[in-house]
């Protein structure tokens, strides 16, 4: 049986989260994590002691940031263009995370499942307003948020840093575009 962490050690571990993704958003992924450590006001043994490597930090750092954009989504689930937000929401924190959809992409497919579940949960409810005010297509699903989710992405992962935002936004335009209803289209 796991204790719950005291809340001392949950303000560390807060703290943590925090700097390296900061931290990770300034340097990328390469940020040395001597100074993550330091810049939360804690010890390399803390950072180890919370997070094994790297790679386990960028997935609890995104991990948290898909909560985060969770919980901004629910408290705006009475506008019905609600999952047309999140889409754009998604895109921001590609933007200002490419460092970790980056590792996100290298890691394997059992430790991306947490990051597809947080994912559709993020989205789920969002997706039902939407499609219950029409503003979505009706046959747009939960799991399709992982291919929305790949779809927004990809020039996150695959395209020089100068040229990110534009494809990215361009992205964006052309999602938001093809989960709308249009005539010829069941709505």
Known sequence: MTR???KDAVERR???????AEAFAR???DAPLHLIAAQAGVGRATLYRNFA???E????VFLKQIDDLGRQI?????????FL???EEIVSLMLESAGLASAVRDLKDEALAPIRRAMRQAGAEALEVSRRAGRVRADLTVEDIRVLTLMLGAPSRTVRPEDREVLSRRSLELVLDAVRPQAGRAA
């Open 74 to 82: 629910q408290a705006r689930l009475d506008d019905p263009d609600v």
């Open 14 to 20: 807060d703290a943590l989260l925090k700097a390296a």
């Open 57 to 60: 930090l960028a997935l609890a």
């Open 4 to 6: 719950p962490l005291r």
């Open 27 to 29: 340097d990328g992924l």
């Open 53 to 55: 490597d790297r790679s």
């Open 85 to 87: 937000i999140f889409l």
